[in-house]
């Protein structure tokens, strides 16, 4: 759906070009299918942007599709009551459910994983669903196994109003603003999906989803000239590319009202630094695509479940049975704020800890997203690498990767923080030597998502 002519220079790619990247691939929908309320302002703000001297090479071209009544209801969470009882009637308007009984319960529906969703999603869409609705959007996952989600159009632009309500929680007001950017849903890589768009539901105000890796931008200084001028009053993204913000000075001309970091861990000295730069709250929203946002925390403790359409259980990896109160489990979440795609007990292949948290609310604690690996220490014993995350944390690393191969040998790489005190921490942790380097960055750690542990020692 680009609005784009002319293709990307392979050449300024090393060769590494890919299709689905390049400008003006698959343009399908005008302006007025985009934004079928889009008036004169919001066709300025359009303009404006996309033919901005500084603007990045925009890649694609996409809209809310909302009517006048959609744009009004998605200021508006969903109402919670008796959404499971609606959910999982939906649930078995589908395909995989359609032989569950009507009197079947939650715990009556087996849990399901990604792999359910690779082999068969259409299976899990209700077959009465309104497809006329639908987005699609692509979930790479930390496996490699690649989805199209199917989203609803609804359900997306309500997703900008949960930011919105978010940062009030915590005082901060987010209104149209002259001519302020709404949003800026910021990645770092050598290529990736961007455009800029308008909010229906927020007085037709600019959005974009801009790269921040220097190759997307026609020079220099367009990146900071043009990040300056559209000073977003959200920034959104992932801690390698809110890392870069920082690291390239971005810091000296941005003044968001909240920020909000997902799709990897966010280390606490990490958000420290961005509270430090930008001096308001930073949000980490713990989610998937296929679930939407699931918790969130601003501080370093229990993420705290969103009351919304979501319920979280936490399971035995290899049972569906649930496991003593507060012990470590798989994270698993019955999801309906997507009418095409309700999810019923959906293994997240995250885990944690349910708790309490002080107001009586549920909260997930120890949450180690993609991953629950536990390393063999010279002794025998397994160390869980929540362990590692608390020290390396508390010697400053923003980010990292920790290895161990079959032989037991450990290596360490980690993004800023003390090098010497981190190698001291984890070779008492393991109780033998850990080869540890230190790199400047977080994006030295690599694009996309880098993997945080891995360990080939058979648990």
């Keep these: 759906m680009s609005e784009a002519t002319s293709p990307a220079d392979p050449d300024l ?3 590494l070009a890919l299709a689905e990247y390049a400008p003006g691939e698959a343009a399908v929908l005008s302006d007025t299918e985009r934004w079928p309320t889009l008036d004169s302002a919001g066709a300025a703000r359009l ?9 990045p090479q925009w890649t694609h071209a996409t809209g809310d599709r909302l009517t006048a009544p959609q744009a009004e209801r998605v200021r508006h969470p969903l109402p919670l009551d008796g959404w499971m009882t609606e959910h999982l009637d939906l649930a078995r308007r589908t395909l995989r459910y359609r032989g569950m009984p009507e009197y079947a319960v939650l715990d009556d529906f087996p849990t399901i994983s990604r792999r359910d969703l690779v082999d068969d999603l259409a299976a899990f869409v209700p077959l009465d669903a309104d497809l006329s609705r639908m987005l699609h959007g692509t979930s790479s996952g930390s496996t490699g196994a690649a989805l199209l989600i199917p989203d609803d159009v609804e359900e997306v632009a309500r997703g900008f109003h949960l930011l919105v309500a978010l940062a009030a929680s915590a005082g901060v007001s987010i209104t149209a603003e002259g001519e302020r950017m709404a949003v800026a849903n910021l990645v770092f890589q050598r290529q990736a999906f961007t455009y800029v768009s308008v909010i229906s539901s927020f007085e037709q105000r600019a959005m974009a989803r801009l790269n921040l890796h220097p190759s997307a931008w026609p020079g220099p200084d367009a990146r900071e000239r043009f990040l300056a001028e559209a000073d977003p009053q959200i920034l959104s993204g992932h801690p390698t590319s809110l890392a870069e913000l920082l690291d390239g000075g971005l810091d000296a001309v ?11 861990a966010l280390s606490g000295p990490l958000r420290a630094r961005l509270e430090t730069a930008f001096g308001c709250p930073v949000f980490d929203v713990y989610g998937l695509h296929e679930t939407r946002p699931i918790a969130v ?3 370093d403790g229990p993420f705290r479940v969103l009351d919304r359409r979501v319920h979280v259980e936490v399971l035995d990896p290899l049972r569906d049975v649930a496991v003593a109160d507060g012990a470590m489990g798989e994270i698993v979440v019955t999801a309906g704020e997507n009418p095409l795609l309700p999810l019923v007990r959906y293994r997240t292949g995250d885990h944690g800890r349910l708790v309490a948290l002080d107001d009586g609310a549920l909260g997930i604690a120890d949450l180690e997203g993609r991953e629950n690996t536990r390393f063999r220490a010279a002794s025998g014993a397994l160390v869980p690498c929540v362990e590692l995350t608390q020290h390396l ?4 690393a923003e980010g990292w990767s920790v290895e161990q191969g079959a032989d037991g040998r450990v290596s360490a790489v980690i993004a800023g923080g003390d090098e010497v005190g981190a190698r001291h921490a984890l070779t008492a942790l393991l109780g033998e030597p850990v080869e540890l380097r230190r790199v400047a960055r977080v994006i030295d750690l690599g694009e996309g998502k880098p993997r ?3 360990s080939a ?3």
């Design 13 to 15: 790619l090393g060769g």
């Design 47 to 55: 303009s404006r942007w996309r033919t901005h001297p500084d603007a």
């Design 254 to 264: 941005l003044h968001p009202r909240a920020v909000f970091s997902g799709a990897m």
């Design 297 to 299: 925390r601003a501080d």
């Design 393 to 396: 944390q508390a010697h400053g």
């Design 452 to 454: 945080r542990y891995r």
């Design 457 to 459: 020692v058979p648990d």
